[in-house]
C-alpha cells in the first residue's frame, strides 16, 4: 500500500507491506520495521527501534488528526489509488465545482486561465510538495471561471485553486 501523508508544509511517502507479524515500512525510501497492534477502534501500540508509541487518531473535517504522545498532528492522507478508483464526473453533473489542493505546497505553474473550455483530465496548475510536482486536473468537461492560484502560493490542503463550472 502506498499513501501521501501531509503534515504541517512537508510531504512523506509511505509504503506499507505486511510481513509475517510485523509491517514492513519505506518512509520516504528508508526502511523501518515496525509491530503493530490494534489496541481499539482508531487506536494503535507500535513499536519502532524498540521504542514504544501509543497512537490515537480521530477525524478532523477533510483531514485526520492523529496524537502521538499526546501531541496532535493534524494530517492528510491521500492513497494514490484512489484517484484511479474514484467514479468519473459525467458531463451531465450541472453546477459549480471547487477544485482544491490535495495536500500543502507551493504553486509553481498555472496551465490555464479564465474562460478556458476545458475537458476532463486538462492540467489546471501544478503544485511542489518535496521537490515533486503535482498537477490538479479538471475532473469533468467545463469552463474555468474563476482560477484563484497563483504561481509562488503557498496552499494548504483543501484550498480552493479554482472553480469549473
Request: one cysteine or more; glycine letters at 10%.
Amino acid at each position: 500500500m502506498r499513501y501521501e501523508i501531509g503534515i504541517g508544509d512537508k510531504i512523506y511517502r509511505l509504503e506499507l507491506e505486511k510481513a509475517h507479524e510485523r509491517w514492513l515500512c519505506r518512509l520516504d525510501g528508508r526502511e523501518i520495521t515496525v509491530d503493530a497492534a490494534l489496541v481499539e477502534a482508531n487506536r494503535l501500540s507500535i513499536v519502532v527501534n524498540g521504542k514504544s508509541f501509543d497512537i490515537r487518531r480521530e477525524n478532523a473535517g477533510e483531514s485526520q488528526r492523529v496524537f502521538l504522545r499526546g501531541t496532535p498532528y493534524d494530517i492528510a492522507l491521500r492513497d494514490p489509488r484512489s484517484l484511479n478508483r474514484r467514479k468519473p464526473v459525467g458531463t451531465g453533473d450541472a453546477g459549480l465545482l471547487n477544485l482544491t489542493a490535495t495536500m500543502p505546497g507551493k504553486i509553481i505553474r498555472v496551465l490555464a486561465k479564465e474562460g478556458d473550455r476545458l475537458q476532463a483530465g486538462m492540467g489546471i496548475v501544478v503544485i511542489e510538495a518535496m521537490k515533486m510536482q503535482n498537477e490538479l486536473r479538471s475532473p469533468r468537461d467545463g469552463t474555468l471561471i474563476r482560477i484563484v492560484a497563483q504561481a509562488g502560493m503557498n496552499v494548504n490542503a483543501g484550498d480552493v485553486l479554482a472553480i469549473l463550472e
